[in-house]
């Protein structure tokens, strides 16, 4: 990447807070870390999650042998993992790391059974890896997300993810 091609990340939600291609940057969002925390009630730059989109009634039916009531945020719905979803939680990282022999950064997170009412301790791994491609002699920068989550605890044997990025 060009000292003009950069990308700004934040703790808080694996958040994408800049991402600059010839010096502008080209992302939707705040100047600094602290309104995410407040005033980010679009989700801006978020790592969504645990399920991006809504769950009517802010109830999983049937699920393990049982229903499990979440946090609704959304009138009676769950939206985006609730109020505290995983784009206003911190996440370790960003760690820089190899991708598959590419460069990246590494954000994890450890979601704990019941957070939000969601069943099933998991582990979120998201990386970013950025890279130059030529397309047809254009030289374009690229940022590709990965998500990978494993149900790490005995609580349950399932549990419901769809993670997505708000940027």
Do not use: C
């Amino acid at each position: 990447m060009s000292a003009e091609d950069a990308f700004t990340f934040l703790p808080q939600g694996a958040i994408i807070q800049e991402l600059r291609i010839a010096g502008h940057n080209i992302v939707q969002g705040f100047p600094t870390s602290e309104p995410y925390k407040t005033k980010n009630s679009a989700y801006f730059g978020e790592t969504i999650g645990r399920v991006a989109n809504r769950i009517k009634n802010a109830e999983i039916k049937n699920l393990n042998g049982q229903s499990y009531k979440l946090a609704a945020n959304n009138g009676p719905n769950a939206l985006h993992g609730g109020p505290a979803g995983w784009g206003k939680r911190t996440f370790e990282g960003p760690e820089p790391v190899s991708r598959n022999g590419t460069e990246a950064v590494q954000f994890k997170y450890l979601s704990k059974d019941g957070e939000e009412g969601y069943p099933g301790t998991v582990e979120l791994r998201v990386w970013y890896i950025a890279s130059k491609k030529n397309d047809d002699g254009v030289e374009k920068t690229q940022l590709e997300i990965e998500y990978e989550v494993e149900l790490v605890g005995d609580e349950v044997e399932e549990t419901v993810v769809s993670v997505t990025n708000h940027r």
